[in-house]
């Protein structure tokens, strides 16, 4: 007989997960406001400059967005290698094998800085002079913030791997602070330095990368508590480790690859609204933009669940993965249910902070049953996708990209949308419809292939564990900040 999906040994051990996960979930949530607050003061402060320059920074955000999100992956797969190392009690390795992940991103990192240097004059070889000028600009300088946003984010996610995740977020917050003194400074020319506008943008964000890594070094060299632990990150250089290379690429390049698919099938959906002209265009940004901010709940979560699903399988109990799961579909549920409907209820109001335009708003409001139908998913998405990383079981999220994104949603919604197959042409709605349809898909295979996981233990247990560490390890504890 099969053991069941969901083991709890107690309502006790059900409220101690739920309560790790939460002291996960929320430094991690309040750290991605932060970053959404980054590129809010950008656009606002660009906006006010001149259209122009609010051009060049979205045209520039267009080309930088899909290579940070290459370059992402290895970061991501950090948090699940170090958690397995921190539940394992293998402390003395987590330093190695986060200096190892600096390899395999520079080799990726080199390149895409070379193409942001050299092909968006290509790129933009008929966009008006002046935009493209300012767009090559702000690019470069974007050049620059690229590897201090990937050592960050690395030291970030190692921290959140052995359950440290304040210093980061109050790191996050201090930065989107101080990226309002530097874009008045670079950008309107405060303190006797010549305006850059648009470019100007560019070079405070590279500072103030530089300032959020020096923070966060600062920190993993000063902290007592990780001392203690005799973990000493950014502390010890190392040489390239074959092994922790090959892992590191393992779980995190399929990451990246999987993020670039999904980022580029929003692109083209982009891409074929253009057809139906600015207002559908607008609106559906509209929808876009409030969706991807209340997204924040659920990933957060499923940050929180690959740490912790991580941190159990390194103790070699694959047994208490399922209570992490059980945990993080019932607190991502009562948070996400709640938000989803007030969402929806207020969505007039939520239009109106975007446009007063009547034809966007009549376009945009009924988009947002479909915003309901993507949160209404969300938590067993989230969830179900924490655990797979937790089991750094990744490749499958690159094969579902390709299988389900681009295999299904990116032909299906042009067939939906824009031609006559399905009797007549089902504009934005249909192209929504379909998009929504394809995540839902996604969720039930997430949830599949934990199951598969969750059935077949052998694989993910540490072999040379008895018996007693396989169903009574407990991870490690977390580590005062």
Not at 19 to 48: E, R
Not at 117 to 130: H, K, Q, S, T
Not at 231 to 246: E, V
Request: net charge positive; hydrophobic share 50%; charged share 10%.
């Amino acid at each position: 007989m099969s053991a069941p999906l969901f083991e709890v040994s107690s309502k006790t051990a059900l409220g101690h997960e739920i309560k790790k996960l939460l002291q996960l979930a929320v430094p991690i949530f309040i750290g991605m406001i932060s970053t959404s607050v980054l590129s809010l003061t950008d656009s606002l402060m660009s906006g006010a400059i001149g259209t122009e320059d609010l051009a060049a920074i979205s045209l520039g955000s267009v080309m930088f967005f899909p290579v940070a999100l290459f370059c992402l992956g290895v970061a991501l797969g950090i948090s699940p290698i170090t958690a397995h190392l921190y539940g394992a009690g293998r402390l003395s390795e987590i330093d190695e094998t986060v200096f190892n992940s600096l390899y395999p991103s520079l080799a990726i990192i080199i390149p895409c800085i070379l193409g942001l240097i050299f092909l968006p004059e290509l790129i933009l070889a008929d966009v008006e002079p002046a935009l493209a000028q300012k767009t090559v600009s702000y690019l470069r300088w974007m050049t620059l913030a690229l590897p201090a946003q990937q050592i960050f984010l690395i030291l970030k996610n190692a921290l959140e791997g052995v359950s440290v995740p304040v210093p980061p977020m109050l790191i996050g917050i201090f930065i989107a602070l101080l990226n309002v003194p530097a874009n008045l400074v670079f950008m309107f020319g405060y303190l006797g330095f010549p305006a850059l506008g648009s470019p100007g943008c560019g070079l405070s964000t590279a500072l103030i990368s530089w300032v959020s890594v020096a923070l966060i070094v600062l920190y993993a060299r000063k902290s007592r508590a990780l001392r203690r632990s005799g973990i000493s990150l950014a502390a010890k250089f190392f040489r390239p480790k074959g092994s922790c290379i090959r892992e590191i690429c393992k779980v995190g390049l399929p990451i990246s690859v999987a993020a670039v698919l999904e980022g580029s099938l929003f692109t083209m959906v982009g891409y074929y609204l253009t057809r139906f002209g600015s207002a559908t265009v607008a609106a559906s940004q509209i929808a876009s933009s409030v969706y991807t901010m209340a997204f924040m709940i659920p990933i957060s979560m499923s940050n929180a669940v690959a740490v912790r699903a991580g941190q159990h399988l390194g103790a070699g109990n694959t047994r208490m993965t399922k209570t992490t799961a059980l945990s993080g579909f019932i607190v991502s549920f009562v948070m996400v249910v709640p938000f989803m409907f007030l969402i929806y209820m207020n969505r007039y109001d939520i239009i109106s902070m975007f446009t007063d335009d009547p034809e966007v708003v009549a376009i945009a409001a009924p988009l947002f049953l479909f915003v309901l139908g993507y949160q209404s998913q969300d938590p067993f998405f989230g969830t179900a996708m924490g655990i797979l990383r937790g089991y750094k079981d990744t490749r499958i999220f690159m094969i579902l990209n390709v299988g389900i994104l681009w295999g299904l949603a990116v032909p299906l919604s042009y067939a939906v949308g824009l031609t006559d197959l399905t009797g007549s042409p089902r504009g934005v709605q249909g192209i929504w419809a379909v998009v929504v349809s394809c995540y839902y898909l996604m969720t039930i295979a997430f949830i599949w292939r934990d199951i598969w996981l969750f059935r077949h233990p052998e694989r993910y247990q540490r072999q040379s564990a008895p018996e007693e560490a396989r169903t009574a390890a407990k991870p490690q504890e977390k580590l005062p900040a």
